[in-house]
């Protein structure tokens, strides 16, 4: 087993439209302060915070063969990153179109192109020799979703490796079908990295701590969950729970906070971190993501405190 991470799952481009809270009435147009092209998936985007922390990452993708294959190649040609986006003859790459205003939360419209047609067969054992395998946007891969998902967990573990997910939000709605297989998923994970909407829907329980520390200790499962503003929190299988609140900022730009999150988090870890310190790292890293442009955010540093 080697340093570093590997992480499956969704890589394209986002199409961020600002300043859009509805879409105008048909036949209709509307002009707003900026549409713009970025690195998207949260596959990707985890993948680029942890080598921008420079922890060894290979990225794993199923992309199409169309043009925007090249500038995914160009946003992820970084230092301690290895990319392998695994293309698809014929086949055009996911995308994404995100809708942000000021005072709401982001909203989200995707086509998979070819991510729907990645499977564990895509993975090979030189890709889990790392000390964490994450898989993350699960929900936008169906052909990693339930047993698929448990043969590439299965064969992480027997390779010595750490399993993570990160699921996002189901399509379909957190339906009783849809919980169960998260948690039969879980069974298999050693860190779950959700947000609290997400632990809501999967829990069916609004109260975050309650839900965290009763899906821990039901499945033997590490829970840190992103809180946003709140901060974090972390639900440990023995029952226990710490908090992590986030300092107060002027908020630039919230995406990709939740993939710094769990970057900070697993690279504190891996140098050393109590999983406490590693959760004020991961609080205190996508704080500063968050209040710091796009194009600025490769400055930003873990906090000092919890290195090793």
């Known amino acids: 087993m080697t340093d570093g991470i590997t992480i499956i799952g969704n ?92 005072g709401r939360d982001r909203a989200f419209i995707s086509s998979l192109g070819a991510m729907a047609s990645m499977t564990p067969d895509d993975i090979t054992e030189d890709m889990l020799s790392s000390r964490y395998v994450a898989l993350a946007g699960y929900f936008l891969l169906p052909g990693m979703r339930g047993p698929a998902s448990a043969e590439l967990f299965g064969r992480a573990g027997l390779s010595g490796a750490r399993t993570v997910l990160d699921t996002g939000w189901p399509p379909e709605g957190w339906t009783p079908a849809t919980r169960q297989e998260v948690l039969s998923a879980l069974a298999l994970v050693d860190i779950f990295l959700p947000n609290d909407d997400e632990l809501h829907g999967l829990m069916d329980d609004g109260n975050t701590e309650r839900a965290a520390r009763r899906l821990s200790v039901t499945t033997n499962t590490l829970v840190a969950v992103k809180m946003g503003a709140r901060g974090a929190g972390l639900a440990s299988p023995d029952g226990g729970w710490s908090a992590q609140p986030a300092a107060r900022v002027d908020v630039v730009d919230s995406t990709g906070a939740g993939d710094g999150f769990n970057a900070a988090f697993l690279v504190s870890a891996a140098r050393g971190a109590v999983w406490p310190d590693a959760l004020a790292s991961g609080v205190g890293y996508a704080t500063e993501m968050v209040a710091t442009a796009p194009e600025r955010r490769a400055a930003v540093v873990l906090p000092t405190a919890t290195l090793s």
Request: aromatic share 2%.
């Open 11 to 102: 890589t394209n481009i986002d199409v961020v439209v600002a300043d859009t809270r509805d879409l105008p009435e048909p036949g209709t147009e509307r002009v707003v302060s900026s549409v713009s092209l970025r690195l998207g998936g949260s596959a990707g985007n985890f993948a680029v915070r942890c080598a921008g922390l420079d922890f060894p990452t290979t990225l794993v993708s199923r992309v199409g063969d169309d043009a925007s294959v090249m500038v995914l190649e160009a946003e992820l040609r970084l230092p301690s990153l290895e990319a392998r986006l695994l293309r698809t003859p014929g086949e055009p790459s996911g995308i994404t179109v995100a809708v942000e205003a000021p």
